[in-house]
């Protein structure tokens, strides 16, 4: 009997209309283009103006992309894996909502949260579902509303982040196709380096912690990005290394969205040519767990079945990791 991999079958996408531009931030606080683009490689982001909206929106807009392309019944969904750092409520699991919205009916949902990570802890979480025969039909969904966490007099944060959504439809696969390998990472020594101060059990929100605006990400950016340079390229080194793939082996690199100089760093441990690697974030900003989905369903007409892709991801806590994984179909 051959080995039952997870492999992706679908994706889906959605980013909202409003486009911030970099030339917009330059009016609303000290920066201005040269600067931002030079430093982040960041264009532009997306926006979700409105306020009565969260990140159920984003995802459930992406779920229902997945579902209307690939032409599958929600009803036989398994498990909905929510990949958040900014869900709509504190306690009631956005997952959930997003699960019984898209008409997943069948399934059971919660929020995984590991920052920018999450999305690539998703991946790991849905192929040992998959492959233990449990589940068939594991639908990870990466979504977030930055803008909902965003300081917009900070200019070390305001013009990194975005909002998006992607989805990805994950399945048993016995051809040697899907998830291959992962080395995930972790490290608690990190947190005080990129957090949201307030609004947890040490400290819950009061009007002081509003008025000091500890509700909003705030970042030691020499710090996070010296340890995201380092730990991105090192996974994803060693995971090539691990399984005797050469850069001629590597079809793909699809890194999280953070930084520009931290993706060329990352690609050139790899010795990869630029144009293996996948890359959107001049467009989108950081829209942290939705930035390795949205590359998937950007670049999927390219992505040919049998290729081998590296994803690689850095974020808050510190949580970082690699992921070797062969496309499953021809879009």
Same mark, same amino acid.
């Given at each position: 009997?051959?080995?039952?991999?997870?492999?992706?079958?679908?994706?889906?996408?959605?980013?909202?209309?409003?486009?911030?531009?970099?030339?917009?931030?330059?009016?609303?606080?000290?920066?201005?283009?040269?600067?931002?683009?030079?430093?982040?490689?960041?264009?532009?982001?997306?926006?979700?103006?409105?306020?009565?909206?969260?990140?159920?929106?984003?995802?459930?807009?992406?779920?229902?992309?997945?579902?209307?392309?690939?032409?599958?019944?929600?009803?036989?969904?398994?498990?909905?894996?929510?990949?958040?750092?900014?869900?709509?409520?504190?306690?009631?699991?956005?997952?959930?909502?997003?699960?019984?919205?898209?008409?997943?009916?069948?399934?059971?949902?919660?929020?995984?949260?590991?920052?920018?990570?999450?999305?690539?802890?998703?991946?790991?979480?849905?192929?040992?579902?998959?492959?233990?025969?449990?589940?068939?039909?594991?639908?990870?969904?990466?979504?977030?509303?930055?803008?909902?966490?965003?300081?917009?007099?900070?200019?070390?944060?305001?013009?990194?982040?975005?909002?998006?959504?992607?989805?990805?439809?994950?399945?048993?696969?016995?051809?040697?196709?899907? /998830?291959?390998?992962?080395?995930? &990472?972790?490290?608690?020594? %990190?947190?005080?380096?990129?957090?949201? !101060?307030? #609004? @947890?059990?040490?400290?819950?929100?009061?009007?002081?912690?509003?008025?000091?605006?500890?509700?909003?990400?705030?970042?030691?950016?020499?710090?996070?990005?010296?340890?995201?340079?380092?730990?991105?390229?090192?996974?994803?080194?060693?995971?090539?290394?691990?399984?005797?793939?050469?850069?001629?082996?590597?079809?793909?690199?699809?890194?999280?969205?953070?930084?520009?100089?931290?993706?060329?760093?990352?690609?050139?441990?790899?010795?990869?040519?630029?144009?293996?690697?996948?890359?959107?974030?001049?467009?989108?900003?950081?829209?942290?767990?939705?930035?390795?989905?949205? /590359?998937?369903?950007?670049?999927? &007409?390219?992505?040919?079945? %049998?290729?081998?892709?590296?994803?690689? !991801?850095? #974020? @808050?806590?510190?949580?970082?990791?690699?992921?070797?994984?062969?496309?499953?179909?021809?879009?």
């Amino acid at each position: 009997m051959k080995k039952r991999t997870a492999a992706i079958t679908a994706v889906g996408a959605y980013v909202p209309e409003f486009v911030l531009t970099n030339k917009i931030l330059e009016t609303m606080v000290d920066t201005n283009d040269e600067w931002i683009t030079s430093r982040t490689g960041i264009k532009e982001r997306r926006i979700l103006k409105d306020p009565d909206k969260g990140t159920s929106f984003l995802a459930i807009k992406a779920a229902e992309d997945l579902i209307e392309k690939a032409n599958i019944d929600p009803a036989e969904i398994d498990l909905v894996i929510m990949a958040t750092a900014t869900p709509d409520l504190p306690v009631a699991a956005t997952g959930v909502y997003v699960a019984t919205q898209i008409g997943a009916v069948n399934a059971f949902a919660y929020d995984l949260q590991a920052a920018c990570s999450s999305f690539l802890y998703g991946m790991s979480t849905a192929a040992a579902y998959i492959e233990s025969g449990r589940y068939k039909k594991v639908l990870v969904i990466g979504a977030d509303k930055m803008s909902s966490i965003i300081d917009y007099t900070d200019r070390t944060t305001c013009i990194i982040f975005g909002d998006g959504a992607g989805a990805a439809l994950f399945e048993p696969n016995e051809e040697g196709l899907g /998830l291959q390998d992962e080395i995930l &990472k972790s490290d608690g020594q %990190g947190r005080e380096f990129l957090k949201i !101060s307030a #609004g @947890g059990s040490i400290l819950p929100a009061t009007a002081q912690t509003v008025a000091d605006k500890q509700h909003f990400v705030h970042q030691d950016g020499k710090t996070v990005f010296k340890f995201a340079v380092s730990n991105m390229a090192d996974v994803s080194a060693k995971i090539m290394e691990r399984n005797n793939l050469t850069n001629e082996d590597v079809d793909w690199l699809v890194p999280h969205q953070a930084n520009r100089r931290i993706i060329d760093a990352t690609s050139n441990r790899m010795g990869l040519e630029e144009s293996k690697v996948l890359m959107n974030i001049q467009r989108y900003g950081n829209t942290t767990s939705a930035t390795l989905p949205l /590359l998937l369903s950007d670049f999927e &007409k390219q992505l040919k079945k %049998g290729d081998n892709l590296i994803f690689a !991801s850095f #974020g @808050g806590g510190f949580t970082w990791g690699s992921v070797y994984l062969k496309w499953a179909y021809n879009s």
